[in-house]
């Protein structure tokens, strides 16, 4: 009888216990930390059904020439250590001096986890057969986003027409998976926008003003911050169109040697939730390693 009565009174006890624990179990939910967010994260490139590292890798300071310094097998080196770290948008051109030089880089990395974005310039005749030259050269079947380089006309987009025709077909055929523009002046950023033809915008921000686009229609003008404001109210007007948005020159195409300048840069661009990624020309591992700890702590504490 007495064990009968323990065994049912353990049994009161176990499942009251049980029931306190259910009862308290919503509260914890609230009380979960937010998810950490990462310079290495998977993020979505706005409605393009496309994902890319928050940190892209450019391969493009000064044209080229500040990666092209570091030799063929340098290059390989830094491009295989930022991968290793969780980067894995890597950003080129055609009119950069490291264009024959990322095919060998990114050989043997799994192609389905890489971003690679590659530019047109020079407004192609064939426009199949420059977008071909890409693929032959990266050693790849496809290029996950392909831009229309530094765009400076305000009617770009009439000039350019037949190379936007050219890419929506290139995308048809699966050879590109998104299309965009990068610009190097305000009317042909706000062209861009305005355009129902861009997916993927390559825009110039920092707080600084450090080669952002300005009114003038020429190449690498004065800018400073009195021209943020501008930029940034096409980059609100592109995110609300769903586009993907890419900020870069956010070490002021290198051009930060105070680490200051770069701390506020970096947390500038991760407070404004338009800006989903943005591209950093490296030429070190000690820059990646710096960039990526100044990120990582910018998202945390933002």
């Known amino acids: 009888m007495n064990t009968a009565h323990l065994s049912r009174r353990q049994f009161l006890g176990t499942s009251a216990a049980i029931a306190g624990a259910a009862l308290f179990k919503p509260l914890d939910l609230f009380s979960a930390e937010k998810p950490k967010r990462t310079a290495v994260d998977q993020v979505a490139l706005g409605k393009t059904g496309l994902k890319c590292s928050r940190m892209g890798f450019g391969s493009g300071t000064n044209g080229g020439g500040v990666q092209r310094a570091l030799g063929q097998e340098g290059f390989n080196r830094l491009i295989r250590y930022a991968y290793d770290q969780g980067i894995t948008y890597i950003d080129c051109a055609q009119m950069y001096r490291t264009f024959d030089w990322v095919g060998a880089a990114i050989k043997g990395l799994p192609r389905e986890k890489l971003f690679l974005q590659s530019k047109l310039s020079g407004n192609p005749e064939d426009v199949l057969a420059a977008i071909d030259k890409h693929r032959k050269v990266y050693d790849t079947d496809y290029i996950d986003s392909m ?21 929506n077909e290139a995308k048809e055929k699966r050879w590109i998976r998104a299309k965009g523009v990068s610009c190097h002046s305000l009317p042909a950023l706000r062209a861009a926008t305005a355009s129902d033809w861009t997916e993927i915008h390559l825009v110039r921000v920092n707080p600084q003003g450090a080669h952002i686009d300005t009114p003038s229609q020429a190449w690498n003008v004065k800018s400073d911050e009195t021209h943020l404001s501008a930029v940034m109210k096409e980059i609100k007007t592109m995110h609300s169109k769903g586009r993907g948005v890419i900020g870069m020159k956010i070490i002021g195409e290198g051009n930060f040697k105070d680490p200051e300048d770069r701390e506020k ?23 990646i390693d710096e960039a990526i700890q100044r990120m990582n702590r910018a998202l945390a504490e933002g």
């Open 265 to 287: 840069s970096i947390r500038f661009a991760m407070a404004q939730p338009e800006i989903q990624c943005v591209v950093i020309g490296f030429k070190s591992t000690d820059e």
């Open 147 to 167: 831009l229309i380089h530094c765009m400076m006309k305000e009617g770009w987009t009439d000039e350019w027409k037949r190379v936007m025709d050219g890419l």
